[in-house]
């Protein structure tokens, strides 16, 4: 886990953990453990997966802060898919698992490596982790460019739109239509939520009491900087 692969004790000459390092190795170990068993949970009970998915985004939501209070409150960054920036995680030592990222039956999986369309929680090893969600094992998408300071009801991840940003399916078995009517994220802030996807397939929200789509400019998110998994 987390603290197997940490070089904290090598860091301090050998001392070992500190009593707050220790903390947070298990606190994100407990993080671990649970998001599977949110995962388990959604592939045997479908109706609870949108619920599942919101928990597990909350989950990533968590490394991605760890990363940002180690990064000047920046969070990772990614150049053409959301992998790149979640793989980061990885690279941290904050988890050895995929599961996490999945969502049992989304369509993002299917080109899963080893066929299982899960991943298969290979990850390579340092420095760089290169086998850690390849395409094939990521469900969420994510927001590049933004730090821990940013307006905090902006959208930082959540459950992957179909191949067009920011437009989700009605068809569940294709790409975007997992969770469908519904739509899941957390905002820069922490803020986990399952929200509506309208007749025109977007997620929408209302910030200022008026109902707006969650992905255009006017909300404050750039539609560049939105980045699906690496299909």
Same mark, same amino acid.
């Given at each position: 886990?987390?603290?197997?692969?940490?070089?904290?004790?090598?860091?301090?000459?050998?001392?070992?953990?500190?009593?707050?390092?220790?903390?947070?190795?298990?606190?994100?170990?407990?993080?671990?453990?649970?998001?599977?068993?949110?995962?388990?949970? *959604?592939?045997?009970?479908?109706?609870?997966?949108?619920?599942?998915?919101?928990? *597990?985004?909350?989950?990533?939501?968590? /490394?991605?802060?760890?990363?940002?209070?180690?990064? $000047?409150?920046?969070?990772? =960054?990614?150049?053409?898919?959301?992998?790149?920036?979640?793989? =980061?995680?990885?690279?941290?030592?904050?988890?050895?698992?995929?599961?996490?990222?999945?969502? &049992?039956?989304?369509? /993002?999986?299917?080109?899963?490596?080893?066929?299982?369309?899960?991943?298969?929680?290979?990850?390579? @090893?340092?420095? $760089?982790?290169?086998?850690?969600?390849?395409?094939?094992?990521? @469900?969420?998408?994510?927001?590049?460019?933004?730090?821990?300071?940013?307006?905090?009801?902006?959208?930082?991840?959540?459950?992957?739109? *179909?191949?067009?940003?920011?437009?989700?399916?009605?068809?569940?078995?294709?790409?975007?239509?997992?969770?469908?009517?519904?739509?899941? /994220?957390?905002?820069?802030?922490?803020?986990?939520?399952?929200?509506?996807?309208?007749?025109?397939?977007?997620?929408?929200?209302?910030?200022?009491?008026?109902?707006?789509?969650?992905? &255009?400019?006017?909300?404050?998110?750039?539609?560049?900087?939105?980045?699906? &998994?690496?299909?």
């Amino acid at each position: 886990m987390w603290f197997a692969r940490s070089e904290c004790a090598a860091g301090q000459g050998g001392r070992g953990f500190t009593r707050i390092q220790l903390m947070v190795a298990l606190v994100l170990t407990g993080i671990v453990a649970a998001a599977g068993l949110l995962v388990l949970k *959604s592939k045997f009970f479908p109706a609870g997966k949108k619920f599942a998915a919101n928990k *597990s985004a909350k989950a990533i939501y968590t /490394w991605l802060q760890a990363y940002a209070n180690e990064h $000047d409150q920046e969070f990772p =960054q990614a150049k053409d898919f959301s992998n790149e920036a979640f793989r =980061q995680l990885f690279v941290m030592g904050y988890l050895d698992d995929e599961t996490t990222f999945a969502i &049992p039956g989304d369509a /993002w999986l299917n080109h899963a490596p080893g066929g299982r369309k899960m991943p298969d929680n290979r990850i390579g @090893s340092a420095p $760089d982790f290169a086998e850690a969600l390849q395409p094939g094992e990521c @469900s969420y998408f994510y927001v590049t460019g933004l730090d821990a300071a940013d307006q905090s009801n902006l959208p930082l991840l959540g459950n992957a739109f *179909s191949e067009t940003v920011g437009v989700y399916s009605k068809d569940k078995t294709k790409k975007g239509g997992i969770l469908y009517p519904k739509a899941v /994220w957390v905002s820069v802030g922490g803020a986990a939520r399952i929200i509506d996807v309208g007749e025109d397939l977007r997620a929408r929200m209302a910030p200022d009491g008026k109902e707006t789509p969650l992905f &255009p400019e006017s909300w404050g998110t750039k539609i560049k900087d939105v980045k699906n &998994p690496a299909p």
